[in-house]
């Protein structure tokens, strides 16, 4: 009975933080002079107002999939990894780079290297703070963050003084993807009204349950999971926590690497120099944490994400500004961010004393220094 009313809260949880965001993004929109109702209104009417918008949900969906699955797998076992965008880059740089120099190869030998490609310098960037980690105990968080800002510039260079000229359209960007190495197929595009949408959504469906196996069902996931929980226990219990540590962080850098290949190949076509860190790693950590890690769970926010995002652009027809639009997400984000107080409140309107102690107990400092046990 206990493990049913975790799993009720456990979903309710992001969906009264997902509440909680869209009734103070309205309160903001009412203080600051617009009409709420008129601003969602607007925005839903706008993500879902064609089929071709419907299919650009799920073209912003799909490499927010893959980055919320890295990210929860490397959160899975202990670790935060922050480096999403710079793994992600990995895998849009190189994809683009292997697709331009095979313009005349046929697609089903251009479409499997270059996806690969990118998967593995997504997997390789991700491998270097990961050995770090479990040799020299050097915080993920640090080097992952440094490494986003690294990879950024290499990138940048790599277009700008690396890419060989025939494969430059403009200086710091490239030609536009022919169809033998772009993940868009005509039915799709005709499905959904002429959007971009690619395969790269079905490919993001297919790693939801192939990651959900792998965390699920088999031991490496076991092992992932359980070096996560208490690294001291799984050494003692005979597991490698180094090689778990660096094993996940590959396994996370990989599936970003894939969210920059979608983002490559079948959102833009091409490479282009990137100002900032690309979004979709800082988004895909909010995604995966809003759906508690788990693949049904990335899934549906991921949905709601790009829904937010497109319909954002349409409430400035309804005269809200960007900025407010905008807030909506971060909102969300906050509310998922306190989840105690969100579980705590569920506790006490249940009139449940024991899980409301619960609840405090977890929460508590002494606990959570127990828990956090120290560095591998």
């Known amino acids: ?97 292997v697709a331009l120099s095979m313009p005349d190869a046929p697609k089903l030998v251009v479409v499997p290297l270059a996806v690969l490609a990118g998967a593995v310098c997504g997997a390789i960037a991700a491998a270097i703070p990961g050995v770090l980690r479990a040799y020299f105990g050097t915080s993920e968080v640090i080097v992952t963050i440094m ?104 396994i996370s850098g990989f599936l970003a690497g894939l969210g920059g290949v979608v983002q490559g190949l079948g959102t833009f076509m091409n490479y282009f120099v990137q100002g900032s860190s690309i979004s979709i790693g800082f988004d895909g950590m909010a995604v995966s944490l809003l759906g508690n890690g788990g693949s049904i769970g990335i899934l549906l926010s991921a949905l709601l994400f790009s829904i937010l995002k497109l319909g954002g652009q349409g409430m400035q027809f309804a005269g809200v500004p960007s900025e407010l639009a905008n807030s909506v997400i971060p909102l969300i984000i906050f509310f998922v961010a306190i989840n105690y107080v969100v579980r705590y409140l569920l506790a006490k309107a249940s009139g449940n004393k024991k899980q409301t102690a619960i609840v405090e107990q977890m929460e508590s400092p002494e606990n959570k220094q127990d828990q956090k046990g120290g560095d591998i």
Request: glycine content about 10%.
């Open 1 to 97: 009975m206990n493990d049913r009313a975790e799993k009720i809260r456990n979903v309710l949880v992001p969906v009264i933080s997902v509440i909680l965001g869209f009734i103070l993004g309205g309160l903001l929109m009412l203080v600051t002079g617009y009409n709420p109702i008129q601003g969602y209104q607007a925005m839903f009417s706008s993500a879902f107002q064609s089929s071709m918008s419907v299919g650009e949900i799920l073209v912003g969906a799909a490499p927010l999939i893959f980055t919320a699955l890295g990210f929860s797998v490397a959160n899975s076992a202990g670790f935060f990894n922050i480096g999403l965008s710079g793994q992600a880059l990995c895998g849009w740089v190189a994809s683009i780079w």
């Open 147 to 250: 490494m986003n800002y690294v990879i950024l510039y290499v990138a940048n260079h790599i277009v700008n003084n690396v890419m060989d000229p025939s494969i430059i359209s403009n200086k710091g960007v490239t030609k536009i993807v022919g169809m033998n190495g772009s993940l868009r197929e005509p039915w799709l595009t005709n499905i959904f009204g002429g959007s971009r949408v690619n395969t790269g959504f079905i490919l993001a469906l297919v790693f939801l349950a192939l990651v959900w196996f792998l965390m699920k069902k088999t031991t490496l996931g076991f092992e992932i999971r359980s070096v996560g929980l208490n690294p001291f226990a799984s050494e003692y219990a005979g597991m490698s926590s180094k090689r778990t540590i660096i094993i996940s962080m590959i």
